[in-house]
């Protein structure tokens, strides 16, 4: 009998909400203001089938990365962590080893969006971070807006033995309609081999309020032409979609678009790439 395929949420987040750590939480995201913990995410996660999930730093500190790591110590449906180290600190290295035998580690991210300098992952200091990660056997999670995938191309040329995942396909202007430039730039991107990205955080870039499925269609459509099945994976970006829409609504607007593709090309997006991407030790 043939075991049940592994779904995994590859991005996700948790945390114990304060106005002070949590300022980017603004008036229309209100309803965020609260904490976001293990057990709120389990049953979300139970009702749309769903068996383990990749927390993702939220805040830029290594107390949050080893809070999560407790939490993923404590609750064994996650399955990974991807932290925060600071990459660009002369001691980047002491802080990678303190944390090397934490197996439940598998990555890291800098909130490179909100950085003023477009070309920040360009910087000589960010760069030696990055070429640590390897090895330490982390991939790097490339948090960026559209218009920084240009810079996006030129860093992973930099590092082509590293693996890169791009979170929430650079974020593109779904709410506007605007494809064309987005679209030239992420499949130059996808060019990489090293390269993988996560079909996450599309409803928030779509109206709140009126988004459908088919508003998000042509987005998916050139991500599964560029990147192909096998470098792509699902993720919620929960509890942030829920301005949008519910776990489960916003698992299915992916869950649906695969339904009709061959078997092993649905298993690989909805978990099975997010477990070889990161060595996930999951079973169902």
Known sequence: MTAPAIRIDAHQHFWRYTAAEYGWID????PLRRDYLPADLRHEMARAGFDACVAVQA????EETRWLL??????PFIAGVVGWIDLQSADARAQLAALADEAKLVGIRHIVQSEPDDRFMLRPAFGAGIALLEEFGLAYDILIYSRHLTVAAELVDRFPAQRFVLDHLAKPQIRSRAIE??????????????????????VTEADWNTWTPAALRPYLDVAFDCFGAER???GSDWPVCTVAGDY???????SEYVADRPAHERDAVLGGNAQRFWNLAVTA
């Open 70 to 75: 407790a939490l993923a110590h404590a609750h």
């Open 59 to 62: 805040r830029s500190t290594i």
């Open 181 to 202: 430039a987005w679209e030239k730039d992420l499949r130059e991107l996808a060019l990489r081999p090293n390269v993988w990205a996560k079909l996450s955080g599309l």
């Open 27 to 30: 008036d229309p995201m209100a």
């Open 232 to 234: 792509l994976m699902i």
């Open 248 to 254: 489960a609504r916003t698992m299915s607007v992916v």
